[in-house]
């Protein structure tokens, strides 16, 4: 891409705008910058959503930045308004109220969206994801009107909800597919100590169980939830929040290769090279996305690209997982169970919940789970990521930097 030219990035969500900041930050960016998103604030901290659900934080901690940032930085901002075509041959995209968009470089950023299961009901006011302002909004408004809440999925966006209508007052239900909360994170030791703490703070947790149908109140608003075995719980709200599906309608119907997520090479190019695609929205490898650490590492390489800059290809690396739900402190990255050549390090002491579970491979930790106490988390995954030797500390690894170091140090 020439400096001079246009580039158009699609979504101003965390991955579009994370890359323009980057882009800004650049001598050779491209000369004209322009954005389009169909949310109608500027991008914002997604993340946050939770804590602000929880009422732990304000909308003001949210913004990233306001519209008159984007004007003071040349970028031209449309906001409220929706891709709905591209045209690849022609470089120009059309959107939803029919206004024409050339291109000379397109970014495609569109994330993903709440996947509903394909049961009764599921239309009904009152059933929705949880995955931007307006979702939060409704769910604080539903917390002040109803008292019941039901939440489908037993992850870590199901959590968060959960825990944020439960401290808004509402009576919470969770279901939850399988036996294990965060089954993706935490083994069977973790996932209890979770579930306990949760249960004593007055979240009923519902396990193996799945939603079978939603029922109306006759003006199409929910009322109640329909479970596998035939219990039927009241609802004035249902939040699901059993797994994404990432937005690659736009990319598929404009003919670029799509999977389940668009697929792009290892700097971040579609099937078209004048096109690009990060974040939720795109697919590496068979992978998809969704934590921002990946995807921070996709608009370094990204930015990088557009610039003109010489880069390596992103390559996939482990992530780790925090809750962020306050007072449960949890900390876990690499596999849950250990196969035949890990050696598992345990430490448990029930009384103060406190749990840590490492798993080791020839010396070098490959996975971590930490319940309570996780301070040594971060120091844990760095140490897996360079994947070191710690034989020489083994003993004092369970305790973490403070013990573990030193020993390091002097075997080295
Ligand atoms: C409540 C919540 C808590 C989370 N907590 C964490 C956490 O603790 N740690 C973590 O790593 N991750 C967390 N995540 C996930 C994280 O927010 C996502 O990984 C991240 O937002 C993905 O960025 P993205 O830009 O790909 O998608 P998004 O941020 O969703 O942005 C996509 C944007 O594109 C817009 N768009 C879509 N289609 C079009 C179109 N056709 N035209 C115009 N605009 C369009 C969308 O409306 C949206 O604004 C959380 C997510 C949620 C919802």
């Not at 929205?281 to 921070?296: A, D, H, K, M, R």
């Not at 301070?375 to 360079?386: D, M, T």
Request: net charge negative.
């Amino acid at each position: 891409m020439q400096p001079h030219e246009h580039l158009l990035i699609v979504g101003n969500g965390m991955a579009g705008h994370r890359l323009l900041e980057a882009l800004l930050k650049h001598e050779h960016r491209p000369r004209r910058i322009s954005v389009i998103g169909d949310e109608r604030t500027p991008a914002y901290n997604r993340i946050l959503l939770s804590s602000w659900l929880a009422g732990e934080t304000t909308r003001d901690a949210l913004t990233l930045r306001d519209a008159g940032w984007y004007a003071e930085q040349g970028v031209e901002l449309i906001l409220g308004e929706r891709v709905s075509e591209i045209d690849c041959g022609r470089q120009r995209v059309t959107t939803g109220s029919g206004r024409e968009i050339g291109y000379d470089r397109l970014v495609l950023a569109t994330g993903s969206r709440p996947a509903m299961p394909d049961v009764p009901g599921i239309e009904l006011a009152g059933v929705q994801g949880f995955r931007d302002l307006d979702d939060a909004r409704a769910l604080t408004r539903a917390s002040q009107t109803g008292r019941h809440a039901v939440v489908v999925g037993g992850g870590l966006l199901g959590l968060e909800a959960a825990e944020g209508l439960r401290k808004r007052g509402m009576q919470v239900t969770l279901l939850q597919r399988g036996e294990r909360l965060m089954n993706r994170q935490l083994d069977a030791t973790a996932a209890e100590l979770l579930r306990r703490e949760l249960r004593c703070r007055g979240l009923d947790i519902v396990p193996n169980t799945r939603l079978a149908s939603l029922e109306g109140d006759g003006h199409g608003h929910v009322r109640a939830v329909h479970i596998e075995d035939g219990r039927r719980l009241p609802a004035d709200c249902v939040v699901v929040a059993a797994g994404i599906v990432p937005n690659v309608e736009l990319g598929r119907r404009a003919g670029l290769e799509t999977a389940r997520g668009i697929v792009v090479d290892a700097w971040l190019t579609t099937s078209d090279p004048m096109s690009h695609a990060l974040g939720e929205c795109c697919e590496f490898e068979g992978q998809t996305y969704g934590l921002v650490e990946p995807i921070w590492r996709q608009v370094e390489v990204l930015a990088a690209r557009l610039c003109h800059d010489r880069v390596d290809g992103y390559v996939e690396a482990p992530s780790a997982t925090k809750l962020k739900v306050s007072g449960v402190l949890l900390y876990a990255f690499g596999p849950i169970e250990p196969d035949a050549g890990h050696e598992v390090l345990t430490y448990h002491d029930p009384q103060h919940g406190d749990y840590r579970r490492l798993l080791l491979r020839d010396n070098r930790i490959e996975g971590a789970i930490l319940y309570g106490d996780t301070a040594f988390g971060p120091w844990y995954f760095e140490q897996s990521l360079a994947g070191r030797d710690l034989g020489t500390c083994r003993q004092a690894l369970l305790f973490g930097a403070g013990d573990a170091k030193p020993l390091l140090e002097e075997a080295a």
